[in-house]
């Protein structure tokens, strides 16, 4: 499908509610939101060439995979699970995709080839506003609440700014009433070589305070502006910019670094969430 096109960004908006399909803050859940201006809304097109051509979707705010489950959808909601998941293995069925025209409109349906289909909910009860993916095979029938809007999201230049940190008065004292995560993060050269690894305990979900504290870490980057940080989930998985707080969960993280400016850098994609069409 033309909407698709691989490393560019884009929303998926419900034909039927008028919402966008989001990450969740805890790095797991999806669901339907109306904030349009938010990372958390933007979603990055990976495509996947196989037997038939596939497309993966990473959250642009976490890296990690729109993926359907085995577990029932919430109750009040129709079909199976949809969540948030790393690429940890060469192909993986739960996170690919093939987009499908839908018989109206430009609208696309998102549908595996176990005759699941991507939706909405929330038709009669707004509140119910997760995302599920209901089987179709059993159905015999494709709801409007399967079709997506397509909104392509131009890239910006250069990184955007950071949230403000959450930072908290005597925070040397009261970091340690924070919960910790661990974060194993990979030093990569200017041509994205990874070049040496470590780890570290992190409490809280600043990015501006990791930043730091990673620079502090590596001691060669003197301005911590120039420090890059992207997300890495599973080994198979893109590399995507930090550029939001941290997940609520307390899983842990990886996390790739490089220096701004390198060629590294220059491949790095981000996309220009406030832009108006």
């Not at 969740?24 to 060439?49: I, K, P």
């Not at 994205?192 to 930043?211: D, E, K, N, W």
């Not at 870490?217 to 120039?226: E, W, Y």
């Not at 997300?231 to 893109?238: I, L």
Request: with cysteine.
């Amino acid at each position: 499908m033309e909407q698709f096109q691989d490393g560019h960004h884009v929303r998926l908006r419900s034909r039927e509610r008028g919402t966008y399909l989001h990450a969740d803050e805890d790095g797991r859940g999806v669901s339907l939101h109306h904030r349009r201006a938010s990372m958390n809304a933007a979603w990055v097109v990976h495509l996947y060439h196989g037997h038939a051509e596939y497309v993966l979707l990473h959250s642009a705010a976490y890296g990690r995979y729109l993926a359907a489950t085995e577990a029932p959808a919430p109750l009040g909601h129709r079909g199976l699970r949809v969540e948030l998941r790393d690429y940890g293995q060469p192909e993986v069925q739960a996170i690919m995709w093939q987009a499908a025209g839908a018989d109206s409109g430009n609208d696309v349906l998102l549908w595996q080839f176990t005759g699941r289909c991507l939706r909405a909910n929330g038709r009669f009860l707004s509140w119910n506003n997760c995302v599920s993916a209901e089987d179709i095979e059993y159905t015999y029938k494709v709801s409007t609440m399967m079709h997506w809007v397509v909104e392509p999201i131009p890239a910006r230049e250069g990184m955007p700014p950071l949230p403000r940190s959450t930072g908290l008065p005597f925070l040397g004292i009261l970091a340690a009433l924070l919960p910790s995560r661990l974060i194993v993060y990979a030093r990569a050269g200017v041509d994205g070589t990874r070049i040496s690894h470590g780890a570290l305990v992190f409490r809280g979900r600043s990015v501006v305070r990791l930043r730091k504290k990673l620079a502090r870490r590596l001691g060669d980057i003197k301005d911590v502006s120039n420090l890059v940080m992207c997300v890495e989930a599973g080994t198979f998985g893109r590399i995507t910019p930090l550029a939001v707080d941290l997940p609520c969960s307390l899983r842990d993280l990886h996390i790739v670094v490089f220096a701004a400016g390198t060629p590294a850098h220059a491949v790095v994609r981000y996309p220009d969430v406030d832009a108006v069409y």
